[in-house]
């Protein structure tokens, strides 16, 4: 029994490492996609502009909605999200889907693939 409880943490340290290998994008396409497809409505730097849409700096883990300086729609504030690699991923893929009314004019981005580089590209650069 021992030996499990000490085997435990390294088997879920593993796992939850390979979870994360399997999500983690290219932060350089990333950076490519967000320029082609985000840059024209936001910005990631702090205090940077809401030319269109929010300014994303600090937008992992901040509530949904919750920026300065911007006017958010009521479906925006009112989503209960909270902004992590998975919520992140669900609403770039499909924004009216997983914001019914969200004022973002945005098709998707419907390959995980391209999810997961853009999301690596914000984790970085609006930190
Ligand atoms: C045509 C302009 C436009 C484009 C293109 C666009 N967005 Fe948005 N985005 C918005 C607007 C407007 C909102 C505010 C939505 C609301 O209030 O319902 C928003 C909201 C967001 C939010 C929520 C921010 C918060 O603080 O709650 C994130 C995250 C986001 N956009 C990321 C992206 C990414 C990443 C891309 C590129 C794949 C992108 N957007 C493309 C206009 C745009």
Redesign the pocket.
């Known amino acids: 029994m021992k030996k499990t409880s000490f085997a435990l943490p390294f088997v879920l340290a593993f796992v939850s490492a390979g979870v994360a290998g399997a999500q983690s994008g290219n932060e350089a396409r990333g950076e490519r996609?967000?320029n082609q497809?985000?840059k024209?409505?936001?910005t990631v730097d702090k205090d940077g502009a809401s030319p269109?849409?929010?300014n994303?700096h600090g937008?992992i883990g901040?509530k949904?909605?919750?920026?300065q300086g911007f006017s958010?729609?009521d479906?925006?504030k009112g989503s209960g999200i909270v902004?992590d690699e998975k919520t992140?991923a669900e609403?770039?893929k499909d924004p009216k889907g997983r914001?019914p009314g969200?004022?973002?004019?945005?098709v998707g981005?419907k390959q995980e693939a391209q999810q997961a580089d853009?999301i690596a590209f914000?984790a970085k650069a609006t930190r």
């Open positions: 996609l967000f497809q985000c024209s409505c936001h269109v849409g929010p994303l937008v901040r949904a909605g919750t920026a958010f729609s479906a925006m902004w992140l609403y770039l914001v969200t004022k973002m004019v945005f981005l853009l914000l």
